[in-house]
């Protein structure tokens, strides 16, 4: 059955011009470059500006969302995710093409925008309301909904400025999701909190969207959540739309992207380290050396490492860590310390003894001599996925990071 | 549950119709970011409204001293600090009016940045606050009447009209500071200087019909007009009104607002981009 779709984008361009002109320009800037082009000008050198760069952050993107649907929009930093928000929330205007909106549209394009420090969280509630759209019947009839749902009964009358910052964002998104809009358009939002507040909030965006056929675009980098949440996806790169379809679909050609992508994260090295040994590249892939960006949960992955070294060093160590998407390290791997030659170096660590629960993990790289670091950073992201629902997202199911390793023995007594 | 389909287009050019519908929409932010700041200042500073009072009560004391001591400027048997404090009173009001809407857009930066709602509410809010404060300094007027014994005339019925004049003076030339100043960050710092200077050039120390040769000249600063209102409505026949300022003040204030309206609403698209 063909939907009735709420969200309409035909053509939508947005152009940004940067380059020599400053964003923030004073007037003698301004001054002295109409000045200047007036000369030019006069000059018959045209009124063309040659220094100014023109980018667009978004060309030519259409797409049509029916209700109730749930569409992540997935991409690359950069590629033009927030500016297409942006646009859809009415923030900023397109450069050229057209969005057609079907009803009202609320955004939470960061949690807690326009809360203010000082005013109590019962102030906040109401005056955050009115920001987003609502009337201040609506706010007052939701007002111990929201309540519930923030738990935070005992501070209402406390300024938020002395909140935590996980009852801040329980109580900005707990405003957010009672709002009711037909549209809802969520950025990131659930990066932070605890986990069974995510949780929570992913169950009542689902309901959102379910149970009161509200439709909702969501964008994230945490790929098992849009996996989890959304039954379509479209894909921005460099401000295209290259994909659109459903979310497995979609992820693949993101993870395929991002594989190719996967020899370019390391950085530059030092002078100093120039000197004394630095990584040169690192590689994630299956045991039969396919490159990796996606991984099932319990299959096995190794990440291979090239190291190279200027001059002899004792006391040499690679470690890599695997860091989840809460930020929690998860596990850290030694090799052992040993002398290395002048060279080029190879260093395998193989991930197949534990399996880790589906998510979006962070590998960082680290080096160091005689206890001492001297290089370290983020090399590569692995996104583990899940087949079995059970285990479709650690952060939201509440299971455990690290699946079956433990021997399990059964016998009748 | 039946949808309110109420149709939104986004398009590449402005959206005039929609944004006056949605200025109407808005009205209760309107009232709630006013109700923000009114709170949030009466929070954060301590001595709260007593230093609304305090400051004009200072200015008073020195204004009666340089213009009525020191020039000894005539007053008609009215006690000069009333003529003063009857100056003053629009001139707080525009002030502090203004300086409120000309910072509004950089000081609700996150908003403007993350939210859509018609940015004309947020130097409509700032008015309000200006207005709570007025308050303050009209009951220390009327404290002062009491004590003087001076009993305001049926003038006194159009103080409204010279206040709402005050206000749209402040929002004209404040819509066009605060947009200005998006766009080139310098004039934060001229409108301080503009009130600096302002507080001269408007006739808050001294009656403009003691000084005939003057007059055109000062008329032709919009405030004179809503100043003379002032003075005109408070003490009653003792400062005589000249239409033909007052004329002249409507008509530049209302191009005041008209051209600021659009100057801000021309910048307005690109707000959130150079914020």
Same mark, same amino acid.
């Given at each position: 059955?063909?939907?009735?779709?709420?969200?309409?984008?035909?053509?939508?361009?947005?152009?940004?011009?940067?380059?020599?002109?400053?964003?923030?320009?004073?007037?003698?800037?301004?001054?002295?470059?109409?000045?200047?082009?007036?000369?030019?000008?006069?000059?018959?050198?045209?009124?063309?500006?040659?220094?100014?760069?023109?980018?667009?952050?978004?060309?030519?993107?259409?797409?049509?969302?029916?209700?109730?649907?749930?569409?992540?929009?997935?991409?690359?930093?950069?590629?033009?995710?927030?500016?297409?928000?942006?646009?859809?929330?009415?923030?900023?205007?397109?450069?050229?093409?057209?969005?057609?909106?079907?009803?009202?549209?609320?955004?939470?394009?960061?949690?807690?925008?326009?809360?203010?420090?000082?005013?109590?969280?019962?102030?906040?509630?109401?005056?955050?309301?009115?920001?987003?759209?609502?009337?201040?019947?609506?706010?007052?009839?939701?007002? &111990?909904?929201?309540?519930?749902?923030?738990?935070?009964?005992?501070?209402?009358?406390?300024?938020?400025?002395?909140?935590?910052?996980?009852?801040?964002?329980?109580?900005? %998104?707990?405003?957010?999701?009672?709002?009711?809009?037909?549209?809802?358009?969520? &950025?990131?939002?659930?990066?932070?909190? &605890?986990?069974? %507040?995510?949780?929570?909030?992913?169950?009542?965006?689902?309901?959102?969207?379910?149970?009161?056929?509200?439709?909702?675009?969501?964008?994230?980098?945490?790929?098992?959540?849009?996996?989890?949440?959304?039954?379509?996806?479209?894909?921005?790169?460099?401000?295209?739309?290259?994909?659109?379809? =459903?979310?497995?679909?979609?992820?693949?050609?993101?993870?395929?992207?991002?594989?190719?992508?996967?020899?370019?994260?390391?950085?530059?090295?030092? =002078?100093?380290?120039?000197?004394?040994?630095?990584?040169?590249?690192?590689?994630?892939?299956?045991?039969?050396?396919?490159?990796?960006?996606?991984?099932?949960?319990?299959?096995?992955?190794?990440?291979?490492?090239?190291?190279?070294?200027?001059?002899?060093?004792?006391? %040499?160590?690679?470690?890599?860590?695997?860091?989840?998407?809460?930020?929690?390290?998860?596990?850290?791997?030694?090799?052992?310390?040993?002398?290395?030659?002048?060279?080029?170096?190879?260093?395998?660590?193989?991930?197949?003894?534990?399996?880790?629960?589906?998510?979006?993990?962070?590998?960082?790289?680290?080096?160091?001599?005689? &206890?001492?670091?001297?290089?370290?950073?983020?090399?590569?992201?692995?996104?583990?996925?899940?087949?079995?629902?059970?285990?479709?997202?650690?952060?939201?199911?509440?299971?455990?990071?690290?699946?079956?390793?433990?021997?399990?023995?059964?016998?009748?007594? | 549950?039946?949808?309110?389909?109420?149709?939104?287009?986004?398009?590449?050019?402005?959206?005039?119709?929609?944004?006056?519908?949605?200025?109407?929409?808005?009205?209760?932010?309107?009232?709630?970011?006013?109700?923000?700041?009114?709170?949030?200042?009466?929070?954060?500073?301590?001595?709260?409204?007593?230093?609304?009072?305090?400051?004009?009560?200072?200015?008073?004391?020195?204004?009666?001293?340089?213009?009525?001591?020191?020039?000894?400027?005539?007053?008609?048997?009215?006690?000069?600090?009333?003529?003063?404090?009857?100056?003053?009173?629009?001139?707080?009001?525009?002030?502090?009016?203004?300086?409120?809407?000309?910072?509004?857009?950089?000081?609700?930066?996150?908003?403007?940045?993350?939210?859509? /709602?018609?940015?004309?509410?947020?130097?409509?809010?700032?008015?309000?606050?200006?207005?709570?404060?007025?308050?303050?300094?009209?009951?220390?007027?009327?404290?002062?009447?009491?004590?003087?014994?001076?009993?305001?005339?049926?003038?006194?019925? /159009?103080?409204?009209?010279?206040?709402?004049?005050?206000?749209?003076?402040? /929002?004209?030339?404040?819509?066009?500071?605060?947009?200005?100043?998006?766009?080139?960050?310098?004039?934060?710092?001229?409108?301080?200087?503009?009130?600096?200077?302002?507080? /001269?050039?408007?006739?808050?120390?001294?009656?403009?019909?003691?000084?005939?040769?003057?007059?055109?000249?000062?008329?032709?600063?919009?405030?004179?007009?809503?100043?003379?209102?002032?003075?005109?409505?408070?003490?009653?026949?003792?400062?005589?009104?000249?239409?033909?300022?007052?004329?002249?003040?409507?008509?530049?204030?209302?191009?005041?607002?008209?051209?600021?309206?659009?100057?801000?609403?021309?910048?307005?698209?690109?707000?959130?981009?150079?914020?």
């Amino acid at each position: 059955m063909e939907r009735e779709s709420v969200i309409t984008v035909e053509g939508l361009s947005k152009r940004y011009v940067i380059g020599h002109e400053t964003r923030h320009d004073t007037l003698r800037d301004r001054l002295a470059q109409g000045a200047g082009s007036w000369w030019r000008r006069l000059r018959g050198a045209g009124g063309a500006q040659i220094d100014k760069e023109e980018f667009w952050a978004l060309s030519d993107v259409s797409f049509k969302v029916g209700r109730g649907e749930v569409l992540g929009v997935v991409g690359r930093n950069g590629a033009g995710k927030s500016t297409l928000l942006k646009i859809l929330s009415r923030i900023t205007d397109p450069t050229a093409g057209t969005v057609r909106l079907l009803g009202r549209a609320a955004s939470l394009l960061e949690v807690g925008t326009g809360f203010h420090p000082e005013l109590t969280g019962r102030e906040n509630i109401l005056l955050n309301g009115a920001i987003l759209g609502m009337r201040r019947k609506e706010i007052r009839a939701k007002f &111990d909904e929201i309540v519930a749902f923030a738990e935070v009964q005992r501070f209402l009358d406390t300024p938020v400025k002395h909140y935590s910052s996980g009852m801040y964002v329980r109580l900005a %998104f707990a405003i957010a999701a009672h709002l009711e809009p037909e549209i809802l358009i969520i &950025d990131e939002v659930l990066a932070v909190g &605890d986990t069974a %507040f995510q949780k929570k909030c992913l169950g009542k965006m689902r309901d959102v969207a379910r149970g009161e056929g509200r439709t909702v675009l969501f964008v994230s980098h945490n790929l098992p959540i849009v996996r989890q949440v959304c039954s379509r996806a479209i894909l921005l790169e460099s401000g295209r739309l290259t994909a659109d379809g =459903p979310t497995n679909v979609v992820l693949g050609v993101y993870a395929h992207g991002l594989e190719e992508n996967q020899l370019a994260r390391v950085p530059e090295p030092t =002078p100093e380290l120039r000197e004394r040994a630095y990584v040169s590249a690192v590689r994630v892939e299956t045991l039969d050396q396919r490159t990796l960006a996606f991984a099932r949960v319990g299959e096995p992955w190794r990440v291979r490492i090239r190291i190279v070294a200027a001059r002899a060093l004792a006391d %040499f160590v690679v470690a890599l860590g695997v860091i989840t998407s809460e930020n929690l390290g998860l596990q850290t791997v030694w090799s052992a310390p040993c002398r290395i030659e002048p060279g080029e170096h190879e260093i395998i660590f193989t991930q197949d003894s534990v399996a880790l629960a589906a998510d979006s993990y962070t590998l960082v790289v680290g080096l160091s001599v005689a &206890d001492q670091t001297i290089q370290q950073f983020d090399a590569a992201r692995l996104e583990i996925t899940g087949e079995n629902p059970m285990i479709l997202c650690a952060a939201s199911s509440g299971f455990g990071l690290v699946i079956n390793s433990m021997r399990v023995e059964t016998r009748k007594l | 549950m039946p949808f309110q389909a109420a149709e939104t287009q986004i398009t590449a050019g402005r959206q005039d119709k929609a944004y006056w519908a949605d200025l109407w929409n808005y009205r209760e932010l309107l009232g709630f970011l006013a109700w923000r700041d009114v709170k949030v200042r009466y929070k954060q500073a301590t001595l709260g409204i007593a230093w609304a009072v305090v400051q004009p009560a200072i200015t008073m004391v020195i204004f009666t001293f340089v213009f009525g001591k020191l020039a000894n400027m005539p007053n008609d048997n009215t006690p000069y600090p009333l003529v003063v404090l009857a100056g003053l009173l629009p001139w707080q009001l525009f002030s502090s009016a203004f300086s409120g809407a000309s910072g509004s857009l950089l000081n609700n930066a996150s908003l403007v940045s993350k939210v859509y /709602f018609p940015r004309l509410i947020i130097p409509l809010s700032a008015l309000a606050v200006a207005l709570v404060d007025f308050a303050v300094v009209l009951s220390l007027y009327t404290a002062m009447m009491l004590w003087f014994g001076v009993l305001p005339s049926w003038h006194v019925v /159009f103080l409204p009209l010279f206040i709402l004049l005050a206000l749209l003076a402040a /929002f004209g030339t404040g819509a066009w500071l605060t947009a200005l100043t998006v766009q080139y960050r310098d004039f934060r710092f001229i409108a301080p200087f503009m009130l600096q200077v302002g507080i /001269f050039l408007s006739p808050v120390g001294f009656r403009t019909d003691n000084m005939p040769n003057w007059r055109g000249l000062l008329g032709l600063n919009p405030l004179t007009g809503v100043i003379d209102g002032f003075r005109w409505c408070l003490l009653g026949k003792s400062a005589t009104l000249d239409p033909s300022v007052i004329v002249t003040s409507v008509v530049l204030i209302a191009i005041l607002v008209f051209t600021g309206v659009w100057y801000f609403r021309h910048t307005e698209r690109l707000l959130a981009d150079n914020i």
